[in-house]
C-alpha cells in the first residue's frame, strides 16, 4: 500500500512538473482552450499515446480532473488545468520501458510536437502545438500512465464531465488500484 500511495504521490509531482503548471520560464501560461475542446483533444491524446504501443496494451481511464490556478496572491485567476489519466494494466518489465517511451516520443514527433528534455529515463513528456500537454510516466513497479493536460476557463467543478467512463480498479483497501495486473509476453 505504501508503495502505491508513493507511486500517486511521485506520479502527481511529475504530472505537474513535466505536463507542467504551464508556466514558462515567462511566467506565461499556454492559450487557453474551451472546455469542449480541451476534452476531445485530451481524449485523442491518450488514445493515440496508448495506440501507438505494439503490441496493444489494457488500461483504464480516470476521470477528467480541473484544478484551478492561483495567481501569486494566491487567488484563483479564473483558469484550471483540466487533466485526463489513463492508467496502463498491462504489466512492463524494465527491460521493456525503453521501447515503451521510445514509442511513444516516436508518435509524439509524428504529430509535430515538442518533446521535452526530462533528463529521467522513466519519463517522456511533449507539448501539442495548441499547447496541450502529454506525459508517460514508469512508477517504481512498473505503473505507466499517460496524462494528457490543458489549460481551460475554471469550469468550477473539479470533475466537470462526471466520474470516470468505468470505475478505476478497486484495491483490497476499497481505494483504486493501478497497478499493473495483465501479463503479456511482449511486454511483461
Given at each position: 500500500?505504501?508503495?502505491r500511495?508513493?507511486?500517486?504521490?511521485?506520479?502527481?509531482?511529475?504530472?505537474?512538473?513535466t505536463?507542467?503548471?504551464?508556466?514558462?520560464?515567462?511566467?506565461?501560461?499556454?492559450?487557453?482552450?474551451?472546455?469542449?475542446?480541451?476534452?476531445?483533444?485530451?481524449?485523442?491524446?491518450v488514445e493515440?499515446?496508448?495506440?501507438?504501443?505494439?503490441?496493444?496494451?489494457?488500461?483504464a481511464?480516470?476521470?477528467?480532473r480541473?484544478?484551478?490556478?492561483e495567481?501569486?496572491?494566491?487567488?484563483?485567476?479564473g483558469?484550471?488545468?483540466?487533466?485526463?489519466?489513463?492508467?496502463?494494466?498491462?504489466?512492463?518489465?524494465?527491460?521493456?520501458q525503453?521501447?515503451?517511451?521510445e514509442?511513444v516520443?516516436?508518435?509524439?514527433?509524428?504529430?509535430?510536437?515538442?518533446?521535452?528534455?526530462?533528463?529521467?529515463p522513466?519519463?517522456?513528456?511533449?507539448?501539442a502545438?495548441?499547447?496541450t500537454?502529454v506525459?508517460?510516466?514508469?512508477?517504481?513497479?512498473?505503473?505507466?500512465?499517460?496524462?494528457?493536460?490543458?489549460w481551460v476557463?475554471?469550469?468550477?467543478s473539479?470533475?466537470?464531465?462526471?466520474?470516470?467512463?468505468?470505475?478505476?480498479?478497486?484495491?483490497k483497501?476499497?481505494?483504486?488500484?493501478?497497478?499493473?495486473?495483465?501479463?503479456?509476453?511482449a511486454?511483461s
Amino acid at each position: 500500500m505504501r508503495l502505491r500511495v508513493a507511486g500517486a504521490v511521485a506520479l502527481l509531482v511529475l504530472g505537474l512538473g513535466t505536463a507542467g503548471c504551464g508556466e514558462s520560464a515567462g511566467g506565461s501560461k499556454p492559450p487557453v482552450v474551451a472546455l469542449d475542446t480541451a476534452r476531445t483533444r485530451l481524449r485523442e491524446l491518450v488514445e493515440g499515446t496508448t495506440g501507438a504501443l505494439t503490441p496493444a496494451v489494457r488500461y483504464a481511464d480516470d476521470a477528467y480532473r480541473a484544478v484551478p490556478h492561483e495567481n501569486a496572491a494566491r487567488d484563483n485567476d479564473g483558469t484550471a488545468k483540466l487533466t485526463l489519466r489513463r492508467y496502463v494494466l498491462t504489466k512492463v518489465s524494465a527491460a521493456n520501458q525503453p521501447r515503451l517511451l521510445e514509442q511513444v516520443r516516436a508518435y509524439w514527433s509524428g504529430l509535430g510536437y515538442t518533446p521535452h528534455d526530462t533528463g529521467a529515463p522513466d519519463l517522456a513528456s511533449a507539448t501539442a502545438p495548441d499547447g496541450t500537454g502529454v506525459t508517460v510516466s514508469v512508477g517504481a513497479v512498473g505503473n505507466v500512465t499517460v496524462i494528457a493536460d490543458a489549460w481551460v476557463r475554471d469550469p468550477g467543478s473539479t470533475a466537470p464531465f462526471g466520474p470516470a467512463p468505468s470505475p478505476l480498479p478497486t484495491g483490497k483497501d476499497g481505494g483504486p488500484d493501478t497497478v499493473p495486473t495483465f501479463e503479456d509476453p511482449a511486454w511483461s
